[in-house]
């Protein structure tokens, strides 16, 4: 069976306190992006085995994500072996969600071939075990997120006559260095009410706030944002912790 495990940008991030767990509650929106995937096959096979094309990902095989998540079910529902296939196209480690996404289909795929019939609530829940944005591609729909980002609620949100432009350079910036100088806080206004307003209205309301700690860093991210803007684009922000821009034109 083959499915396409797509990405998601952040529709504002506002980090709002930090737990006890050492993770941070926020608040954001994930929309998904259904033109970028990756490619997932998953079929029965005598023995299991993982194999990866497309972007490189440096990581031992039982640390991949999709296998994570194979292991996951294997322990609870005993399934037999398999081959997974994944082909990689969105870039990893870039605030798009890529890993996620193929853990999560990972395992709604593995629920179909084998009629599990697990439901969503649970495969959340089983996501939310490997990532935190994990369980937001369950569903795959528009969803505020909260808490680590695994508490979802679906918002309404139609963006369908705006084009994505999204650009992702070079640059790695980790989860250390993306919370290094952020100073946790309760934004005036939430972001779902700012998302009901037209998106000619978002700029100077609807804030990522991991880009006061990067965009000093890595000023080229900053750069490629401002380009965004100078090329017509009616909202432009970096995609979850970075380093990946995304911007929204009419045209």
């Known amino acids: 069976m083959i499915a396409f495990p797509c990405a998601k940008i952040n529709l504002g991030l506002n980090v709002i306190s930090k737990r006890d767990d050492g993770y941070h509650n926020i608040e954001t929106v994930f929309f998904p992006v259904t033109e970028l995937t990756d490619v997932l096959e998953i079929v029965e096979s005598d023995e299991f085995s993982f194999t990866q094309t497309g972007i490189r990902v440096d990581s031992a095989v039982e640390d991949n994500l999709c296998v994570k998540a194979y292991r996951i079910l294997e322990k609870d529902y005993g399934l037999p072996p398999v081959s997974i296939f994944l082909h990689k196209v969105i870039p990893p480690g870039a605030g798009l969600g890529g890993g996620s996404s193929d853990a ?148």
């Not at 706030?209 to 750069?223: G, N, Q, R, V, Y």
């Open 104 to 251: 999560a289909f990972t395992l709604t795929t593995l629920n179909r071939i084998f009629g599990l019939d697990i439901p969503n609530n649970r495969l959340k829940s089983y996501a939310a075990m490997l990532g935190s944005d994990c369980a937001f591609f369950i569903d795959n729909v528009p969803s505020k997120a909260s808490g680590r980002g695994e508490l979802l609620e679906p918002v309404e949100i139609d963006i369908s006559g705006l084009h994505i432009t999204l650009v992702t350079p070079d640059i790695h910036v980790s989860t250390k260095e993306a919370y290094a100088n952020i100073t946790p806080r309760i934004p005036e206004i939430s972001i779902t009410e700012i998302i009901k307003l037209p998106v000619e209205q978002w700029k100077d309301k609807l804030h990522n706030d991991f880009e006061k700690s990067i965009f000093p860093l890595h000023p080229t991210i900053a750069e490629i944002k401002e380009k965004m803007y100078k090329q017509g684009a009616l909202y432009s922000s970096m995609s979850g912790s970075g380093a990946s821009v995304f911007g929204l034109f009419d045209k």
